[in-house]
């Protein structure tokens, strides 16, 4: 892929910014822009410099409103299908990123938008965003993992409100019910997402990747295989330098650097 249309893809040192940008049509996601999204994070995958990611809407009033409903409109239930499989391939690819992503939750994040915050690691939301899982509404059921992401995060309960009563909430309450991690005022959110994302990037960046690979294996295992995968996980970490690194800098009383080796 050679032109990216709807997706902006920018690095700033060791932090990648990725925006989609259809503001037009509230940063729809059609086929086209799921496809620009995995080619940027087939990039990811192997840049071994960038070891935080943001990931954001373009434009004021959107993060994502969804799947694009005109092109869904015409699908056949086989096309249907494959469409939400690129979806899901889409949102397994955040979660297997070696770095952790950032949603910055610039307004409307709905259905698939929701979901697409779903996939990501930590979700920051400004005071004007929306969240919910409104395909009831059009007859259909949540295509790329809401029914089982939404779930996993806020509980079956409140999941299944959210997904049967088509109900748009607003960050505040997606707050109180752990949907988002933090709230912040529209004007200073890419800041904190930058901010959070430098933070991430000071650590050992061999660590952050083992430490988000071990979460997400972890989370779909019973706990004491998923204790055994951390244990491994923790033994991976002493086969680096940052290791080495960040034990002796602490007994030094200096601040460690890491070199990602
Ligand atoms: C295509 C969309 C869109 C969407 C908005 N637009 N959402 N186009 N797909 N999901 C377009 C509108 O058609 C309009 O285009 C322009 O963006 C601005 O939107 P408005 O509706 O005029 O804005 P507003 O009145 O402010 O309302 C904002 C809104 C509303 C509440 C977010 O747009 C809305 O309800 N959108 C749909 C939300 C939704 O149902 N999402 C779930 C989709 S299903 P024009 O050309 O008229 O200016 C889904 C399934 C995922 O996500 C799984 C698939 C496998």
Same mark, same amino acid.
């Given at each position: 892929?050679?032109?990216?249309?709807?997706?902006?893809?920018?690095?700033?040192?060791?932090?990648?910014?990725?925006?989609?940008?259809?503001?037009?049509?509230?940063?729809?996601?059609?086929?086209?822009?799921?496809?620009?999204?995995?080619?940027?994070?087939?990039?990811?995958?192997?840049?071994?410099?960038?070891?935080?990611?943001?990931?954001?809407?373009?434009?004021?009033?959107?993060?994502?409103?969804?799947?694009?409903?005109?092109?869904?409109?015409?699908?056949?239930?086989?096309?249907?299908?494959?469409?939400?499989?690129?979806?899901?391939?889409?949102?397994?690819?955040?979660?297997?990123?070696?770095?952790?992503?950032?949603?910055?939750?610039?307004?409307?994040?709905?259905?698939?938008?929701?979901?697409?915050?779903?996939?990501?690691?930590?979700?920051?939301?400004?005071?004007?965003?929306?969240?919910?899982?409104?395909?009831?509404?059009?007859?259909?059921?949540?295509?790329?993992?809401?029914?089982?992401?939404?779930?996993?995060?806020?509980?079956?309960?409140?999941?299944?409100?959210?997904?049967?009563?088509?109900?748009?909430?607003?960050? #505040?309450?997606? =707050?109180?019910?752990?949907? *988002? /991690?933090?709230? +912040?005022?529209? @004007?200073?959110?890419? !800041?904190?997402?930058? $901010?959070?994302?430098?933070?991430?990037?000071?650590?050992?960046?061999? #660590?952050?990747? =083992?430490?988000?690979?071990? *979460? /997400?294996?972890? +989370?779909?295992? @019973?706990?004491?295989? !998923?204790?055994?995968? $951390?244990?491994?996980?923790?033994?991976?970490?002493?086969?680096?330098?940052?290791?080495?690194?960040?034990?002796?800098?602490?007994?030094?009383?200096?601040?460690? @650097?890491?070199?990602?080796?």
């Amino acid at each position: 892929m050679t032109e990216l249309k709807n997706v902006r893809f920018e690095k700033d040192g060791a932090i990648a910014q990725i925006t989609i940008d259809r503001p037009k049509a509230l940063n729809a996601l059609n086929y086209e822009t799921l496809q620009e999204l995995l080619y940027c994070f087939g990039l990811l995958e192997k840049a071994r410099e960038i070891t935080a990611v943001v990931l954001t809407g373009g434009g004021e009033k959107a993060f994502v409103a969804g799947a694009d409903i005109a092109y869904m409109q015409e699908l056949d239930a086989m096309a249907a299908a494959d469409f939400a499989g690129l979806g899901h391939t889409v949102m397994t690819a955040i979660e297997k990123l070696p770095q952790p992503v950032i949603a910055a939750v610039n307004g409307f994040a709905l259905g698939g938008g929701c979901e697409l915050s779903l996939a990501c690691d930590i979700r920051i939301a400004s005071e004007n965003a929306k969240f919910g899982q409104p395909e009831v509404n059009l007859g259909v059921i949540p295509g790329f993992g809401g029914t089982q992401r939404l779930p996993r995060l806020i509980g079956k309960g409140l999941a299944s409100e959210l997904l049967y009563t088509g109900d748009i909430i607003d960050a #505040a309450e997606a =707050l109180r019910i752990g949907l *988002v /991690n933090r709230v +912040v005022p529209a @004007d200073q959110l890419m !800041a904190t997402c930058r $901010e959070m994302a430098k933070k991430i990037a000071s650590k050992g960046p061999i #660590a952050i990747r =083992l430490c988000k690979k071990t *979460v /997400n294996t972890g +989370v779909e295992m @019973d706990l004491d295989r !998923a204790n055994s995968y $951390e244990a491994i996980q923790f033994g991976q970490c002493f086969a680096s330098k940052d290791q080495k690194e960040g034990m002796q800098a602490f007994l030094e009383k200096r601040a460690a @650097d890491f070199q990602g080796k």
